[in-house]
């Protein structure tokens, strides 16, 4: 026999490690060619890697759960050829079937709705994973989903079972026996998993027969008594989903290993406030304008098949104020001791994901109207959903938006992201008495839509002038969004 060894695949942006999450082989499976063994979140991105070869599973080399370091085996794999195991030499850790032959997963669109005081359904930012200049970050052999994929029975014949509970509705039964793989995303997955639920056993209502999170949020919740989460009309996402297991109840205390997304959101939040010299401004504004725009949008044919709200103007107007003052997109260079000018606009916009905070980009915003926006945050937001967001999607940043106004928030003094000169807070717009002049002079007091933009800045290369211009371009754009047909 030849025994061939799957070393975890370099991801690619600096990554060094990955979580293992779920095994979907055991000892004794036989597999193929591309077949999805494993599911493992890295510090960027949840992702199903494909074996580079086939045979039957002869060890797996880490357990659910455990942390891997890239390069390192994680399975042994007898392709069932002659010869003395000393010429089955490992496999390199690149090793991947060609790109043409493994397809990128396309994100289910998801519903979203109105931002701001309208509800807008995009918390602390959005992620996308293919934008609408038909950039798609797939990496080869590395994150692919293939549905077709069994999982296949564990050793013994055997699924694990979900532990026992007194009031367990019919709906979820615990494992037993072989079966099919349950159509799920991995974000689904392990809320199930989290949450003690046998995919199997649920109803899915998803097209094609795949299991929602409102489905699995529903069986928890028929089987626990509570009601089930509001997860349609809100980004939050369960403590059991975010953090990886449920609080146990009566604990006083509760250990959160710090790892994934968490890890790495910590280390660089850590050096951007301890390498720039932050500077927040605020600027409360009238966007009654601006909410005025987004009914009309919404009414245009052009606009009928997409999401339309406040952060899509905010957006746009971001992007129109970059030319007006180039400066606040730029990056400090420590190395050459320069500042980098950045002549396009990769527009970030901050994203509370099941996994996490993460910080995907829409490249070259600047260069599309205001439909391909539209499409690229709704691209954005489902892919953020889908827990698919690449790590191609996170790099590369100029300037970013936190949308703190979705948890009914006024505003912040938000941390720039590393790399960038200038983050956004937009606060929550609501209806406030306002002081209005007339053309005439006279004022009178009016209800208003009324937000407030803060504005964080690194003030090695953005001073005060140029951070209070930017600031107050963006404010008069949103309060007037036609200005951006004179300065764009």
């Given amino acids: ?81 002659g010869g003395s195991s000393d010429a089955a030499a490992p496999a390199p850790a690149a090793a991947a079937p060609p790109a043409a032959a493994v397809p990128p997963a396309t994100p289910a669109a998801a519903p979203a709705s109105d931002g701001g005081a309208a509800g807008e359904e995009i918390a602390e930012g959005l992620i996308g994973g293919t934008t609408s200049t038909g950039r798609t970050a797939v990496l080869v052999g590395y994150g692919v989903k293939q549905t077709e994929a069994k999982r296949r029975p564990r050793a013994g014949g055997a699924s694990p079972t979900v532990p026992e509970s007194t009031n367990r509705s019919p709906e979820v039964q615990p494992l037993s026996g072989e079966r099919t793989r349950t159509l799920a995303k991995p974000p689904v997955r392990k809320l199930a998993k989290d949450l003690g639920l046998d995919l199997a056993a649920i109803t899915p209502t998803g097209e094609g027969g795949i299991v929602t999170r409102a489905d699995v949020e529903a069986a928890a919740a028929s089987a626990t008594g509570a009601p089930a989460s509001a997860q349609e009309s809100s980004d939050a996402v369960p403590a059991a989903s975010r953090w990886g297991h449920p609080t146990a109840s009566g604990d006083r205390e509760e250990r959160i290993p710090v790892k994934g997304v968490r890890k790495m959101t910590a280390q660089a939040m850590v050096a951007s406030a301890f390498t720039a010299p932050h500077v927040t401004e605020w600027v409360t504004v009238d966007v009654t304008g601006t909410m005025e725009l987004v009914e009309r949008l919404k009414a245009d044919r052009e606009f009928r098949d997409v999401k339309v709200t406040p952060l899509l103007v905010l957006a746009k107007a971001m992007c129109v104020a970059v030319r007006r003052n180039p400066g606040i997109n730029a990056s400090w260079d420590e190395a050459a001791q320069e500042i980098v000018v950045k002549h396009y606009v990769n527009l970030g916009i901050a994203a509370a994901t099941p996994r996490g905070l993460l910080v995907p980009n829409i490249k070259d915003a600047d260069a599309m109207t205001m439909r391909e926006l539209a499409d690229a945050i709704g691209t954005l937001t489902a892919t953020a959903r889908e827990g698919r967001t690449q790590p191609a999607d996170m790099s590369g940043g100029t300037i970013t938006i936190t949308n703190v106004g979705v948890f009914g928030i006024d505003a912040g003094t938000p941390i720039l992201n590393p790399g960038e000169s200038a983050i956004l807070a937009f606060g929550t717009v609501s209806r406030r008495p306002w002081v209005v002049t007339a053309a005439d002079g006279s004022e009178s007091i009016e209800p208003r839509w009324v937000t407030t933009l803060a504005l964080s800045f690194d003030h090695r290369l953005v001073d005060g002038e140029l951070g209070s211009r930017y600031l107050a371009d963006v404010a008069a754009l949103l309060g007037d969004p036609g200005r951006a047909l004179v300065w764009g």
């Avoid at 193929?32 to 086939?54: H, Q, R």
């Fill in 1 to 81: 026999m030849a025994l061939r060894e799957f070393k975890l695949p370099d991801p690619g942006e600096g990554l060094t490690e990955a979580d293992l999450v779920t095994w979907h082989v055991a000892v004794g499976d036989t597999v193929k060619v591309n077949d999805i063994v494993v599911e493992v979140e890295t510090a960027k991105s949840l992702v199903e890697l494909p074996v580079p070869f086939a045979g039957t599973v002869a060890s797996l080399h880490a357990a659910e759960g455990d942390t891997v370091d890239v390069g390192s085996v994680i399975i042994t794999v007898d392709d069932g050829v």
